[in-house]
């Protein structure tokens, strides 16, 4: 097989004259911590060994030209103050970043970029992200601008807010952004302070589980969710001044004023508190080397965001519970926004063949379709690609 960067590189020499840098950008896991990141909660993700590959030159024209390889489309415009939604999302996607540039007062000269990628796209595995915070590491460094690593996360983020219009979290753009091979990085998503916890690829292997359901409530819910965790807030603060997010809520306060907050409202809320507490107990389990007991946080994770926060589906509760009965499964859980997409399993070493042959058995004999299944390694975040070393 033709490595994927010579082709892109083979791409960008039929569209365009000059030499490019080469910028790869991953997609994302999240082991523990669901719905937190909003919250101003923990979360426990990491960046993965599937990414977009960008190759990109100034082309001192006013102009952006951008090849999508894998969609085989192109998209041209002049460099301007504000840009029109273009329609194509993956336009949206790298306009929204542009403008953040700019909107940091820092110029965006004419450039070109041709990208391709093996994110599966709405796996709910970031592809957007990967995408967002390519384009900005890429303008980096093209212009100089002089980003950290940290503002290129948040202009990203912003550029999904304000541009793409979905209120996410920075959970996906830091992580993606942020990677380190072989480490989760647990998140402090109020301080944006992380720190880097060793997973044990000797003793486990990842398996993602795509339902290849597509997650078309996804965004609405989610907004439903963020408003229902702010009135949970609004509530509280009556009592506790000090109370900003969900995060400064403990299971007691939350518990005592659990009547003068609608059922749900309440329900979400526990689902929030609790949640950002087993990131905590998570990360100590790793920190002991309890991979058992980790696992066993995933499922609790699981049964929280399909009881109490209401964001899984069928296809997804199913692929848990399969593994509930699978003892070289560690823990399995749902991942990501919800409504679809993959859960996270934690395999213990050596049994990957026997547990995906039995997942898609059990899955087909009761849902008559087909799941996915990608075997992921933790990798670096974004960064400048070398194309002698990927495919
Ligand atoms: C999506 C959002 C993230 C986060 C997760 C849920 O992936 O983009 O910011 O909120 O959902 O944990």
Redesign the pocket.
Same mark, same amino acid.
């Given at each position: 097989m033709k490595k994927r960067s010579e082709n892109i590189l083979r791409l960008f020499k039929k569209h365009f004259s000059d030499e490019p840098v080469l910028v790869q950008s991953p997609g994302r896991i999240?082991l523990i911590g669901?719905?937190? /990141?909003?919250n101003d909660g923990f979360?426990l993700p990491a960046a993965i060994d599937k990414n977009i590959l960008f190759a990109m030159a100034p082309n001192g024209i006013d102009k952006i030209r951008l090849v999508s390889a894998d969609m085989d489309q192109t998209y041209e415009t002049g460099i301007a103050d504000h840009y029109q939604n273009a329609g194509q999302s993956w336009v949206n996607y790298i306009l929204g970043v542009v403008e953040q540039v700019q909107k940091k007062g820092k110029p965006v000269r004419g450039f070109d970029c041709v990208f391709g990628g093996n994110i599966p796209i709405g796996a709910?595995l970031?592809s957007s992200a990967a995408l967002e915070g390519g384009v900005l590491f890429g303008l980096n460094e093209l212009f100089r601008l002089d980003f950290s690593l940290l503002e290129i996360a948040l202009m990203a983020q912003a550029a999904e807010n304000q541009f793409v219009g979905?209120q996410? %979290?920075?959970? /996906?753009q830091f992580a993606s952004i942020h990677g380190k091979e072989g480490h989760a990085l647990k998140l402090d998503c109020r301080t944006l302070d992380f720190s880097l916890y060793p997973v044990k690829t000797d003793i486990v292997d990842i398996l993602l589980c795509d339902t290849k359901v597509h997650r078309e409530l996804a965004t609405s819910e989610?907004n439903v969710r963020r408003s229902q965790c702010e009135q949970g807030v609004k509530t509280l603060q009556k009592h506790e001044s000090g109370i900003q997010k969900l995060r400064d809520v403990s299971h007691e306060l939350l518990e005592f004023h659990k009547q003068e907050m609608a059922e749900i409202v309440y329900r979400r809320c526990r689902f929030v508190v609790n949640e950002n507490q087993r990131v905590l107990n998570a990360c100590d389990d790793l920190e002991s080397g309890n991979i058992e007991s980790f696992g066993q946080r995933m499922y609790e994770s699981h049964y929280g965001l399909r009881d109490e926060y209401e964001v899984s589906c069928r296809e997804l509760d199913l692929l848990v519970e399969i593994t509930e009965n699978l003892d070289s499964v560690l823990g399995a859980r749902m991942m %990501?926004?919800g409504f679809g997409g993959c859960t996270i399993n934690l395999v213990k070493k050596g049994n990957m063949q026997e547990i995906k042959e039995t997942i898609a058995g059990i899955y087909r004999t009761n849902l008559n379709s087909d799941v996915e299944f990608y075997e992921v390694n933790i990798s670096e975040g974004t960064g400048l690609a070398d194309p002698g070393e990927l495919i």
């Open positions: 999240n669901e719905h937190t /990141d909003y979360v709910g970031s979905v996410c %979290g920075i959970m /996906d989610y %990501g926004g």
